[in-house]
């Protein structure tokens, strides 16, 4: 597989709008823990082995642990690993970026109202579609680990 393109040369616009989608991230309501598992899980659906790497040396750095990042696509059946606000978000996570199954259902979003405020939902939702995104790029233009993006 060979890559495609340069995103940066070829839509440098586009690429200034997705850093300020990460610049608005950095300074969100929600965790570098809660932002990485979303990061980390949504590459997983997406299969984008790129994004993967990058996010679970990320998490470590954060102080994730090792075994979280091994059960994340098994967190329903990883009983006591994640607390329930961190499944809440997994659930929104996973929902979103399969939205052409079922979209975000009600259930969801209201079990998340239990935990978060509607502004660090929002947040979520916006952690869940940026790191879309970035999976959809990477993706498509063939990046492969180790190569930079722009």
Same mark, same amino acid.
């Given at each position: 597989?060979?890559?495609?393109?340069?995103?940066?040369?070829?839509?440098?616009?586009?690429?200034?709008?997705?850093?300020?989608?990460?610049?608005?991230?950095?300074?969100?309501?929600?965790?570098?823990?809660?932002?990485?598992?979303?990061?980390?899980?949504?590459?997983?659906?997406?299969?984008?082995?790129?994004?993967?790497?990058?996010?679970?040396?990320?998490?470590?750095?954060?102080?994730?642990?090792?075994?979280?990042?091994?059960?994340?696509?098994?967190?329903?059946?990883?009983?006591?690993? #994640?607390?329930? !606000?961190?499944?809440?978000?997994?659930? %929104? $996570?996973?929902? @979103? *970026?399969?939205?052409?199954? =079922?979209?975000?259902?009600?259930?969801?979003?209201?079990?998340?109202?239990? #935990?978060?405020? !509607?502004?660090?939902?929002?947040?979520? %939702? $916006?952690?869940? @579609? *940026?790191?879309?995104?970035? =999976?959809?790029?990477?993706?498509?233009?063939?990046?492969?680990?180790?190569?930079?993006?722009?």
């Amino acid at each position: 597989m060979q890559k495609r393109f340069n995103i940066k040369a070829a839509a440098p616009n586009a690429l200034k709008a997705m850093i300020g989608l990460e610049t608005y991230l950095s300074q969100c309501s929600i965790s570098k823990t809660t932002k990485e598992l979303i990061k980390i899980r949504a590459s997983q659906i997406n299969g984008c082995a790129y994004c993967i790497n990058i996010h679970t040396q990320d998490a470590i750095k954060n102080g994730e642990t090792t075994q979280r990042i091994f059960l994340l696509n098994a967190w329903r059946e990883a009983e006591g690993i #994640f607390t329930e !606000e961190e499944k809440a978000v997994l659930a %929104i $996570t996973e929902e @979103i *970026t399969l939205i052409h199954q =079922n979209g975000l259902a009600d259930d969801t979003y209201t079990n998340a109202l239990q #935990f978060f405020s !509607e502004t660090q939902i929002a947040d979520i %939702i $916006t952690a869940v @579609i *940026t790191i879309n995104l970035w =999976n959809r790029v990477v993706l498509s233009t063939h990046l492969l680990i180790g190569q930079s993006l722009a």
